[in-house]
């Protein structure tokens, strides 16, 4: 049974950072293709993917966070990060990672339109509290 457990969430200043790790337990993901990334949302609103990585290496990042976060992996402890810096108070959210395994999806499919119906495998979350 393949699992997504999230952590490295909590509050922090306008302006800190933090970064969000996500342990993928019972898959070893890096012998086969796969898209994974992060998902956020606020109360009221749809979750939204911000930042996406295929097994090409390829990235992407919504506008509101690009050249803020960056999405990494390691492969040896099949861990996804979010490394998040110059937070926002907008940025607070709860954080989900998600991935889907053996697939054709680039890293860009995390930021499609209703994108979240794409991926299958879902963590707990992670909330994220920015204040000023």
């Known amino acids: 049974q393949i699992q997504l457990v999230e952590s490295g969430g909590g509050s922090v200043q306008d302006g800190g950072s933090l970064t969000l790790s996500c342990k993928i337990h019972g898959y070893n993901y890096s012998v086969g293709t796969y898209c994974m990334g992060w998902f956020r949302q606020s109360p009221g609103e749809e979750r939204e993917g911000i930042a996406g990585v295929d097994s090409d290496g390829s990235t992407s990042y919504a506008d509101s966070v690009k050249g803020r976060f960056i999405i990494s992996q390691d492969k040896a402890e099949t861990t996804l990060y979010l490394q998040m810096s110059s937070l926002k108070l907008e940025d607070t959210a709860m954080y989900y990672c998600?991935?889907?395994?053996?697939?054709?999806?680039?890293?860009?499919?995390?930021?499609?339109?209703?994108?979240?119906?794409?991926?299958?495998?879902w963590g707990q979350g992670t909330q994220v509290t920015v204040s000023s």
């Open positions: 998600t991935a889907d395994f053996d697939t054709v999806y680039p890293a860009q499919v995390v930021l499609a339109a209703g994108s979240r119906a794409f991926f299958g495998l």
